[in-house]
Structure formats: C-alpha cells, structure tokens
C-alpha cells in the first residue's frame, strides 16, 4: 500500500472516530467541571464564595492552608474524628467484604454441593434490592439486638457485598482453570494451599476491584449511618458534612462561614479515595500480567 493510500485510510478512520471523540469530550468536562468547582471554591473564603466573583476561578485571596486550619479546628476538630470514622468503615467493611465475597465467590465457582444453584439465585436476587430498602430492617433488628448507634451498626452490614460475590464468582470460573487446582491436588496440597498459593493469585485483578468497589461503597455510604447512629462522634464525613450542611442552610450567623467549611471538607473527603484508586491500579496491571503469563 502507498504512502498516500495509507494516509487516505488514516483520514477516514480519523473521521469515523470523530464523532466518539467529541462525545467523549463532552463527557469528561461534564464530569471534571463539578470538580474543578470544588477546588476552586475550596480556596475562597466566605466574602469571596459569596461575592458574586467567578464561580469557576479562583479569588484574588487563596488560602488552601487558612481554610484547612479552620476546618480541622472547627467544634474542637470534629471533622478529623468523621475523617477518621470513615477511614475505619471503610478499612473494616472493604477489607471484610473483599474477604466474604472472594472466599464465597471461588466456592461458587469450583466446588459442587447442595442447593449450591439455589444459594446462587439468592445472591442474584440480593442484587435486584436497593441498599436503601434494607436500611430500616436493619435498623430494627439491630436496634433489638442492642447494636445502634455504635460502629458494628456501620461495618456489619457492609460485609455483605452480592455483587463482589457475583463478580469473583465469574471471574474464578473463567480466571482458574480446574486443570491446575486438580494438579495442585494431585501433588498433595490441601484445599486452603491450593486456594492461597494458586487461585488467589490468579484472582488478584478481580480482588483488587472488589476491595476498591467495596471501601468507596463504604465510604460513600450515607443513609445507613445517617439511619444508625445518633452520636455525632461516630458519624462518617458524609453524614457530618450533611450535618454541617442542616446548620448552614438555617438562618444562623455562623451559616455562611460554614459554608467554605462544607466546600473544603468534600475535597478533603474525595482525596484519600483519589489515593486508593492510583495506589491500587498497578495491582490490576500486575495481575493481568501474571494472568497472562499463565
């Protein structure tokens, strides 16, 4: 094919994809813009949010530091103690529900035992039930059990993840061959073994995407606290900011003011899941790569 031929077909395909680009454009700056606003509100103080300046720039006064102070010395520092809340939620029912969902997942998969289709359809069917709908009959049972407003009332729930059981559930059967665990069993390693040392590894790109799913889930989750917890000591960040928000929405002196707080704690709030998202993505190209090799 000549030079000039070769340049033709570049310039068509260039044309077909065109329209997807633009499309795909659109929708980044749809999704960036939101977030560009935070920042730049996180900078203003309370004249400069509500000065009628640009919404989408930054003020002639930034003050990231002055703000961060404010904010984590506000009512004796009751966002770091929501910080905190959350980053333990969010550990424990991650962490937890990876666990539950990859252990239940495998057996799924790779083991025969009764009703085993039956307890599978019961997953399925959890997946067809809003979270929300659950939310008050967990709270009266929980409430019989003695369990409200304490962190079980949070993390026991977000335990159970159908769709991460689902996912591992698929991804085992296609990602582990039952050649190489009849092998390992052949070669006299136990059933924990052969699970640890052979289809864990395998599994690894879709237990990292479990766990992230999981802890953002975790962290996001805001009715359930919101339903359970009555001590504001225990509230995750979304519940404080939707508190502070309640406050700032009322006809109070400190309303306005509060207002530069809600803006910079919802940045501050988004940012360790930013961090979990990079650290965790060279696990999925490192996993890919040894499905790869095997």
């Not at 949010?49 to 006064?61: C, I, P, V």
């Amino acid at each position: 094919m000549s030079e000039s031929a070769s340049a033709s077909a570049g310039h068509r395909r260039a044309q077909r994809h065109l329209p997807l680009q633009i499309l795909l454009g659109f929708l980044v700056i749809y999704f960036l813009v939101p977030f560009w606003w935070v920042v730049v509100n996180s900078s203003k103080d309370a004249p400069g949010l509500f000065g009628g300046g640009n919404t989408l720039w930054f003020a002639d006064q930034v003050d990231y530091l002055g703000n961060l102070r404010q904010l984590f010395t506000y009512d004796g520092g009751i966002y770091l103690r929501w910080l905190l809340n959350s980053t333990l939620y969010a550990l424990a029912g991650g962490i937890g529900a990876t666990v539950l969902a990859v252990m239940a997942g495998y057996g799924f998969a790779k083991y025969r035992f009764a009703a085993r289709r039956f307890s599978f359809a019961v997953v399925l069917g959890a997946l067809m039930v809003p979270a929300t709908a659950l939310v008050i009959p967990t709270f009266i049972m929980f409430a019989q059990l003695g369990l409200t407003n304490t962190v079980w009332a949070v993390i026991l729930p977000s335990l159970l993840n159908p769709f991460g059981v689902y996912l591992m559930h698929v991804y085992a059967r296609d990602a582990v061959p039952d050649e190489i665990l009849d092998a390992a069993r052949a070669d006299g390693a136990g059933e924990i073994r052969t699970f640890l040392q052979i289809a864990l590894p395998l599994m690894r790109p879709a237990v990292v995407t479990v766990l992230l799913l999981s802890a953002v889930a975790s962290w996001n989750n805001y009715f359930l606290p919101l339903a359970m917890l009555s001590d504001n000591r225990l509230f995750p960040v979304t519940v404080g900011l939707g508190l502070w928000q309640g406050v700032a929405s009322g006809n109070n002196a400190g309303g306005t003011s509060l207002w530069s707080l809600i803006i910079l704690g919802s940045l501050v709030s988004v940012i360790p899941l930013i961090i979990a998202f990079f650290s965790l993505q060279r696990h999925w190209r490192g996993g890919l790569s040894v499905g790869g090799l095997r």
